[in-house]
């Protein structure tokens, strides 16, 4: 059970950025019509496409997952770990977190912060952007801090007793989130902040680049951990089975801590400064950081496979048939396992891109986005989307009141994003750039620039994004109309996340602890980031205002 007085806090965690959700997909479907030049302007409806760029990128990237992930991990830790959050610093988390979001938000849409979800300097935001984003993450490591008493209590009440998977998946999640957060707030704080204020004469952009992406990419596993929470320790008991191995989950997520954060310079392979030994040094250990989820990929098959056998499924490949595809009763499900089939691809694609060489041919052109909108617009958009529903109706002891439409959102948007992903793919392989208005650009039949080989993929990208917004708009109709149906206070009092049990349920020590994992992580970053971090001090950039 959740506690009581965190129900609150968790609904407000939930719907607040799913209101925000509307404008960050509004802007994404304009930008599938600016880049097919269906839209041939700078701007549409008074807000620019840089200015409608960053909105998409700031609300779906950074504050629908932020916010989720402390919703989730309030939920999960309150009911996992009986009753171990404290409500009032969750409470003050989460209001830093709204607060942190208006003040990020005020700037973004006076027009006073085009400078996209990744804010490179030297483009310049109004020093509330970055104050807001601040408060924000701020807020984020408040609601971790607020498990770590009551979890160390837990463990006390609880000697011998092993740490529920769901806790640690969650542990591992803030951990990495800790960590990574450190770089870019002094990037934030010592950089960008002064700068704007006009403090400072300007910024040295390589070092900004450097911490940056020592937190962009594992933010990217953030993104992911809480839906590997979803897929290990509630998917295959909505499969109606039981997790193949209660180990490979503690070890995948452990894994993480270690693996997540030594090889942002894959991001920067075609950067200044760091020399090419490290580079490829990162590109190996990117490759080591898919093993976890390929692990993942054989034990969620056999957790599903086993679950299937339950329901009555055989044979070498028809049991697939017999899980709750289509189960309106489990309506949950789908959203969850049509995650795991996009990210087949979305990991494939992660993996050309780790390669130094392929790299160097789809960096910056419209395969990334492709890539990262099978990655996080996949098994994260659509397990957010799905827990997003499934626990607001719970805590508010309401029943889904559209779950044939429930069931269909997670088969549309995964159309979309198929269809989006795929046009972006090619184009992307015939050079078109990413973030650019092609519409006034290099898709304006008039201009001397114009590439009629690039239209083909644009146009199936925006059939696609409409695909993808419609599935919104068809999830807000589900969302609104469960929300207004009638309340049942049994429901609520009965509500909890789904446990799976284990099949496997191994006892091995080595992952039971955080510590040698955590130090394990620090060191492989130390290895990996002081020598380029020195070689980028010792370049001695200028520094750079505009
Ligand atoms: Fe990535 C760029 C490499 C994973 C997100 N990535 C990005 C950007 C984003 C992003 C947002 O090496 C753009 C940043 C920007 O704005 O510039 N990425 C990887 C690799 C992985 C990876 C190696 N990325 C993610 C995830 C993301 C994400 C996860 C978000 C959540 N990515 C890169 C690189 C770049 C990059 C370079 C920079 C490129 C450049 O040049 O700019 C790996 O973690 C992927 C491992 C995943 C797998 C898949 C396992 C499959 C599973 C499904 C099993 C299915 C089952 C069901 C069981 C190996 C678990 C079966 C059902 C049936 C029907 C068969």
Redesign the pocket.
């Known amino acids: 059970m959740i506690q009581k007085n965190l129900r609150g806090i968790i609904l407000v965690e939930l719907l607040f950025p799913l209101v925000l959700l509307l404008f960050g997909v509004y802007h994404g479907v304009l930008q599938v019509l600016y880049r097919s030049g269906v839209i041939q302007d700078l701007e549409f409806a008074g807000i620019n496409y840089y200015r409608g760029l960053t909105a998409h990128g700031v609300i779906n990237?950074i504050v629908l997952t932020t916010f989720f992930a402390v919703a989730f991990g309030n939920a999960v830790i309150s009911q996992q770990l009986k009753h171990a959050v404290s409500a009032r610093a969750a409470l003050a988390g989460a209001a830093l977190m709204v607060l942190g979001t208006l003040v990020a938000a005020g700037p973004i849409f006076a027009g006073k912060a085009d400078v996209l979800?990744?804010f490179y300097a030297p483009m310049r935001a109004d020093p509330l952007f970055y104050i807001g984003v601040v408060l924000l993450v701020v807020g984020s490591w408040v609601s971790f801090w607020a498990w770590i008493p009551g979890y160390l209590r837990w463990r006390k009440e609880h000697p011998g007793q092993k740490t529920p998977l769901a806790a640690v998946g969650i542990f591992a999640t803030f951990i990495i989130w800790q960590i990574c957060t450190l770089p870019v707030a002094y990037e934030v704080l010592v950089q960008l902040v002064p700068w704007s204020l006009g403090w400072t004469s300007g910024v040295n952009v390589v070092l900004s680049r450097l911490l940056f992406w020592f937190f962009?990419?594992p933010l990217?596993?953030f993104?992911?951990l809480p839906t590997y929470v979803m897929y290990y320790t509630m998917m295959p008991r909505l499969a109606g089975g039981k997790l193949y191995s209660d180990f490979y989950g503690r070890l995948v997520f452990m894994a993480f801590i270690v693996l997540s954060s030594p090889?942002g310079l894959?991001?920067q392979?075609t950067e200044p400064a760091i020399s090419s030994g490290y580079k490829a040094l990162h590109?190996v250990l990117?490759?080591l950081?898919?093993v976890p989820?390929?692990v993942?990929?054989?034990t969620?098959?056999a957790s599903?496979e086993y679950g299937a056998r339950q329901n009555g499924g055989n044979g070498l490949f028809a049991w697939?048939g017999k899980l709750p595809h289509f189960d309106k009763e489990r309506w949950l499900f789908p959203y969850l396992?049509l995650g795991?089939?996009i990210?087949?691809l979305?990991?494939?694609t992660?993996?050309v891109?780790?390669?130094y060489s392929m790299?160097a041919l789809?960096?910056?052109t419209s395969w990334?986005?492709a890539?990262?909108h099978l990655?996080?617009a996949g098994?994260?958009f659509l397990a957010i989307l799905g827990m997003s529903l499934y626990l607001s109706l719970g805590l508010l002891g309401k029943k889904c009141a559209a779950p044939g439409m429930a069931v269909a959102v997670p088969y549309v948007w995964t159309l979309g994003v198929f269809i989006f992903s795929a046009g972006l793919f090619y184009s992307g392989l015939h050079g078109a750039p990413r973030r650019t208005n092609l519409g006034i650009s290099f898709l304006d039949s008039t201009s001397n620039a114009y590439r009629p080989d690039w239209r083909i993929g644009e146009y199936v990208g925006a059939v696609g994004g409409i695909l993808m917004g419609l599935a919104v708009l068809l999830f807000v109709y589900v969302l609104v109309r469960s929300l207004a149906s009638a309340r049942s206070a049994q429901l609520a009092n009965s509500f909890a996340l789904p446990v799976s049990e284990p099949y496997h349920d191994e006892d091995i020590r080595v992952v039971r602890n955080f510590k040698p994992w955590v130090v394990a992580g620090i060191v492989a970053i130390l290895i990996s980031y002081v020598p380029p971090l020195v070689q980028v001090l010792s370049a001695n950039y200028p520094l750079v205002s505009e």
């Open positions: 990237a979800y990744t962009g990419h990217v596993y993104w992911l090889l894959h991001h392979f590109a990117t490759f950081v898919a989820s390929l993942t990929a054989f969620l098959a599903l697939w396992f795991l089939v990210f087949i979305g990991g494939i992660g993996i891109n780790a390669s790299s789809v960096h910056n990334i986005p890539h990262f990655t996080v098994p994260v």
